[in-house]
């Protein structure tokens, strides 16, 4: 119980910390309608739902890197990760509470460019919607650890993608199949199993990306 | 409670620390003194805990939850309000009655009043003061300070002077500082670092 309650603790500092300071959703929710409006004219008239579908992949994915960039600014600019790292409670737990935060700007961005997308290109139907949330999960479990790392380096704007599109590429291969294939099923099961794995490797070995 | 036997930090190929042995026992108040660049703030990072020795043994006989902290930065959150920042690490560290000690903490150290204000609007000195009641929430058995008089007026001098006087029996400090006649009446040791 303790655990969780580091974990809520920790979330909700996040939450007010944006509600204070409105310096990552409102970029990435700018950012991703920006993009899908510029897709929509980048895009000839009658191409394919394909190419749509593969364009919100990569609107989404960007949005997600451009929120992750951000989150661990406030410890790093202010030092206090070394105070959460001191404090008694499980260092993973840092890093759920953190993923967790980023797992909701996620969320509220997509709130927007799903509308926005179904507004410029095409439907949005339950398996495009189950893929997104499928993805959003492993985003923020993987993505939060890298970020950790990068913030940690003096390349961090370089470091963050470099680390963080490789390992996002499952990710895009599974919410894009999930959202074209006829049968979602295979790849939603891809993204699941990708968030479970991902998820224990980066909760184990987060401790050893705060500490030296 | 602390015990070092030929520490060496580095960073890259930059020495910071070689050689060094030291002892401090359970309630001992040790200076730590030195030129700027001398490793101070490393040898109070490595009893922290938040770096790791290159070579050497170092052993710090109290869990991580015991050790009160202050760097020379604040570790507070400048988007939230001092008192906020407070629950936040008292939360962290499970102080019983957390309420209570951080309302104690707080008008102790003169910042009751601003206790709804952001610390990023407080000055140097009164995030010196909030970085203190930081430091002291859950009651540690060590005491790391890094120029803990850094910023404080008068009037914060003779709060932390006072702060340290009721405390230097019950706890143990390792006090890095450049202005050690200040702290002279507390010391039981002293570690000059070249």
Known sequence: MNYLADVGALARKD?????????????MLLFVVSTLVVFHFVLPAGSSDLAATGLLWVALLFTAL?????????????????????????RSAIWLGKALSV??????????ALPAYALFFRRVDGSLIGGVVLADLGIAAVGTLLAAMAAASRARELLLPLLFLPLAIPIVIGGVGASVAGEPARYLGLLGL?????AIICWASFEYVVTE | MIHARALEKRYGDKRILRGLDLDVGVHDFLLVTGPNGSGKTTLLRLCTGLAAPTRGQLEVGVERGRVGYLAH???VYRELTALENLDLYGRLYRVPERRERIGMLLERFGLWDVRHARAGSFSRGMLQRLALCRALLHEPELLILDEPY???????????????SERAAGSTFVVATHDPDRL???????LALA
């Open chain 1, 15 to 27: 939450l007010l910390l944006e509600l204070r300071a409105r310096d990552t959703l409102p970029a």
């Open chain 1, 66 to 90: 451009l929120g992750l960039s951000r989150a661990f600014a406030a410890e790093r600019e202010q030092g206090v990760i070394d105070g959460l790292v001191l404090a008694p409670s499980d």
């Open chain 1, 194 to 198: 990708y968030d479970a794995l991902f």
């Open chain 2, 184 to 190: 002279a009446s507390f010391a039981s040791a002293r």
């Open chain 2, 73 to 75: 930065e604040p570790l």
């Open chain 1, 103 to 112: 797992l909701a700007f996620l969320a509220l961005a997509e709130v927007i």
């Open chain 2, 150 to 164: 850094s910023g404080l007026d008068d009037e914060g001098v003779l709060l932390l002077d006072r702060e340290l």
